[in-house]
C-alpha cells in the first residue's frame, strides 16, 4: 500500500547534474518528512538530505550542502534531489525515506528514523 518509488539514476560525468526522483503513495504525504540516503558498495548508509513537507524545512549532509537541493511538489506527492557538481564520491544507490518523526541534529538524520523505503536507484558518477 506505502509506496516510494526512485527514478532519474544513471551515468553521469565528474561535474554534471542529475535530478532524482521520488513518488509516494499510500500515506497521508504532508504528515511526513521525506528523506534522501545513500549506500555505496562495502559502506553504511548516509543520510544526504531531507525535508519536512508540513513546514518545508530542509537539511542536507555537509558532504552534499550547497551542491544538492532537495524539494517537493506536495500536490504531486513528488520529493526531488536535484544533485550538482557531481563528484565519484558521490556514486551510490539512492535511496528515499519517509518518516513521521525524524531528527536531525549534528550527526545528521538516522536511518531507523524512517518507516518507509523506496527500491533505489544507482546514481554513477565517472571519473
Known amino acids: 500500500e506505502v509506496q516510494l518509488v526512485e527514478s532519474g539514476g544513471g551515468l553521469v560525468q565528474t561535474g554534471g547534474s542529475l535530478r532524482l526522483s521520488c513518488a509516494a503513495s499510500g500515506f497521508t504525504f504532508d504528515d511526513y518528512a521525506i528523506g534522501w540516503f545513500r549506500q555505496a558498495p562495502g559502506k553504511k548508509r548516509e543520510w544526504v538530505s531531507c525535508?519536512?513537507?508540513?513546514?518545508?524545512?530542509?537539511y542536507y549532509a555537509a558532504s552534499v550542502k550547497g551542491r544538492f537541493t532537495i524539494s517537493s511538489d506536495n500536490a504531486k506527492k513528488m520529493v526531488y534531489l536535484r544533485m550538482n557538481s557531481l563528484k565519484p564520491e558521490d556514486t551510490a544507490v539512492y535511496y528515499c525515506?519517509?518518516?513521521?518523526?525524524?531528527?536531525?541534529?549534528?550527526?545528521?538524520?538516522?536511518?531507523?528514523?524512517?518507516?518507509?523505503w523506496g527500491q533505489g536507484t544507482q546514481v554513477t558518477v565517472s571519473s
Open positions: 525535508k519536512s513537507i508540513s513546514d518545508g524545512s530542509t
Open positions: 525515506a519517509a518518516g513521521g518523526i525524524i531528527t536531525v541534529d549534528e550527526n545528521g538524520s538516522s536511518w531507523d528514523d524512517y518507516d518507509y
